[in-house]
């Protein structure tokens, strides 16, 4: 299938979501304030079950927390991620070569994770019986992380969705110094990318959309 032209110096909604990848690789330069408040404020836009609003948001500027998170961040990818690596099959739309590259700057993330100059780490209050910590907590949450990795992008910041730190919930939970009840759905470490923004890589819809039932192709695909 054709995929779309991609201007990366628009800021057209398309060319935009087109070009959010996970920027692993951050400058240590300081974000200024105003745009972590812009990133917020698009965060803050998106959908949320019954418009509850029971997200919060904490942006992590201390040097000591981010390095007790890292500790998690990093003993999660030595212990689970780094050794299953080799086994997992390439993603749809990437080849051996490019996954290789992304496990590298994964590598780098965690071994840098403390050294972006600030996250957003995305909560959820549990206490409110509204929001079951079940499968649909997230679904108020995410919509939000996503607005802001777009909204980064857009203003030129690298930034990545992050859930790592989750492998040891409880110990990086306490890193961050929650609150009772207040649990943690994804770190944003947010700098200024050292590399350059570029497409993102998928597979073919065709492997992924179905008409009215799984299995079915949609002749429409094949067209665009
Ligand atoms: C639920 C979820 C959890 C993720 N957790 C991490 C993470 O802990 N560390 C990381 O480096 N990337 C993480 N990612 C980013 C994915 O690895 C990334 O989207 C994928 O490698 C594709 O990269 P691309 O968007 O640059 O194409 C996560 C993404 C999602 C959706």
Not at 69 to 87: I, L
């Amino acid at each position: 299938m054709a995929e779309l032209p991609i201007d990366l110096s628009s800021s057209n909604l398309f060319d935009v979501l087109y070009t959010t990848r996970a920027m692993r690789r951050l400058k240590p330069d300081p974000v200024p304030d105003d745009l972590v408040v812009k990133i917020l404020e698009a965060g803050t836009r998106a959908a949320n079950g019954a418009n509850l609003q029971s997200w919060h948001f904490v942006v992590v500027k201390d040097a000591a927390i981010k390095e007790a998170v890292q500790v998690w961040y990093k003993k999660a990818f030595d212990e689970f991620v780094s050794p299953r690596y080799a086994d997992n099959p390439t993603p749809a739309g990437s080849t051996a070569e490019k996954y290789h590259r992304q496990h590298l700057a994964v590598e780098y993330l965690t071994d840098h994770f403390h050294k972006a100059p600030v996250w957003i780490v995305a909560c959820i209050q549990h206490d409110n019986p509204l929001i079951p910590p079940d499968r649909k907590a997230g679904a108020s949450i995410y919509p939000a992380v996503q607005n802001m990795l777009l909204a980064a992008r857009s203003l030129g910041l690298g930034a990545s969705l992050t859930t790592r730190h989750l492998i040891f919930e409880e110990e990086s939970e306490k890193a961050l110094e929650l609150p009772l009840g207040m649990h943690s759905y994804a770190i944003i470490p947010i700098g200024y990318p050292m590399g350059n923004f570029g497409p993102v890589g998928r597979g073919d819809l065709r492997e992924f959309v179905s008409l009215d039932r799984v299995g079915q192709p949609w002749s429409a695909l094949d067209k665009a």
